[in-house]
């Protein structure tokens, strides 16, 4: 590296020394060449604006990670689960109406019980409507129902009163926002397998029979009148058979009324949609 420098100088020097001591050559009589005017410099440059300092925007910080809690175990869930149904449908509609205990578990069984013929009271999730049933006596029926002695059965038709006990719960229903429903049900779905698998269900997949169970409640046929009923022993059973042999499911939006039925019916559509 140093010697191509020296080299450089060398003969630099060289080229000096050569200019300044060579021998200069006699004048000769001629004319003097032509006085050229050197050119006039060239402008200076504009001033240039100082340049504005360069500013470099700080990157923005990364977002907090905000790692979500561990699901509690099964038995120990109903503070966070009841909390959440609060958040779903109000301080006061969740403590008049749901269960405060074994709330996952009550939910799946009364789910899966809804394609039966009826839902245990001891395993409800939602407390039923307060007041009696009421059924107007029909004193004329329009077909005569024998019971096995051979004797007639009184019949009754169920007083349209009845529906209005129960838009309390449709209302609380269709207050429920869709998005805020499915996330729920997202974060709960651990627990809500497990339940399932309580049931006898070893195999799980709870949110396959919730779709099931909600497909026989929108097949659920809708009545233009009120239903007839006949009540041979303690309770009332439907005069036509096809209603009677319905699921309890189905049998609860029927005796909800028309317009409440067709009401729940537009929010479980939209509530599959969610899932």
């Known amino acids: 590296m140093k010697n ?11 080229l000096v020394a050569w200019y300044v001591f060579s ?58 689960v009841v909390e959440t ?8 509609q969740a403590r008049q109406y749901v269960a405060q205990e074994d709330v996952v578990s009550r939910l799946v069984a009364t789910v899966d019980s809804l394609s039966g013929k009826q839902v245990p009271a001891s395993i409800k999730v939602i407390e039923g409507p307060g007041g009696e049933f009421q ?9 005569i129902i024998l019971n096995e002695a051979g ?4 019949q009754y038709v169920v007083d349209p009163v009845n529906y209005r006990r129960y838009t309390p719960y449709v209302e609380m229903l269709e207050g429920i926002d869709n998005a805020e429903l499915s996330a729920a049900y997202r974060d709960y779905q651990p627990l809500l397998e497990e339940a399932f698998r309580q049931l006898g269900y070893p195999e799980g997949d709870f949110e396959q029979r919730l779709k099931a169970v909600i497909d026989e409640l929108l097949a659920t046929p809708e ?3 009120p239903a007839r009923l006949v009540k041979p022993e303690a309770y009332y059973l439907y005069a036509d058979k096809e209603l009677e042999s319905l699921t309890a499911g189905q049998k609860a939006l029927i005796r909800m009324g028309p317009d409440n039925a067709a009401r729940v019916k537009a929010k479980l559509v939209e509530i599959r949609d969610a899932l």
């Open 4 to 14: 191509w420098i020296i080299a450089i100088i060398v003969i630099v020097l060289g």
């Open 23 to 80: 021998p200069q050559q006699e004048a000769v009589d001629e004319a003097p060449p032509p006085v050229l005017a050197e050119p006039a410099p060239p402008p200076p440059p504009p001033p240039q604006e100082p340049a504005e300092p360069v500013v470099a925007s700080p990157e923005p910080a990364p977002e907090p990670v905000i790692e979500e809690p561990p699901l509690p175990p099964l038995a120990d869930s109903d503070p966070v």
């Open 85 to 92: 149904i609060t958040g779903l449908v109000g301080a006061e």
């Open 135 to 143: 059924a107007t006596a029909d004193d004329d029926p329009s077909s």
């Open 151 to 154: 004797d007639p059965i009184p």
């Open 223 to 225: 009545l233009s009148e």
